[in-house]
């Protein structure tokens, strides 16, 4: 059975810099696209970021380009966001997902952020306050 856990959530400061971690466990085949999603009370589920295996093609929503950064460790099965400069409106819950196969690597955010993820964590909550 296929798991995905998140960690490294919590507060920081407006200003701060925060690292979430992703493992996906439990699946004999790596994951072909891992992506970050998050929802702040009252909106809707929103991508921030994804990464693709092939050619490690990387896709950020606009209000996080510049300021976040999302890695993995293929080995590991093990996606990574570096949140940096965090702001007051970065305070959600965040989710990670992913898949053993995916869609060729889009040519926008919007496409990744649509990919059927099968597989999706139980969030982690991010504050961010002024």
């Known amino acids: 059975q296929v798991q995905v856990v998140e960690s490294g959530g919590g507060s920081a400061q407006a200003g701060g810099s925060l690292r979430l971690s992703c493992v996906v466990s439990g699946s004999t085949y790596g994951m072909d696209c891992m992506g970050w999603f998050r929802q702040a009370p009252g909106k809707e589920r929103d991508g921030v970021a994804a990464i693709y295996t092939a050619g490690g093609s990387t896709y950020y929503a606009d209000s996080v380009k510049g300021r976040f950064t999302i890695s993995r460790d293929n080995a590991k099965n093990t996606v990574y966001l570096q949140m940096n400069s965090l702001k007051p409106e970065d305070t959600a819950m965040y989710y990670c997902?992913?898949?053993?196969?995916?869609?060729?690597?889009?040519?926008?955010?919007?496409?990744?952020?649509?990919?059927?993820?099968?597989?999706w964590g139980q969030g982690i909550q991010v504050t961010v306050s002024s």
């Open positions: 997902a992913a898949d053993r196969v995916c869609a060729p690597p889009p040519s926008s955010p919007m496409g990744a952020f649509r990919e059927m993820y099968t597989y």
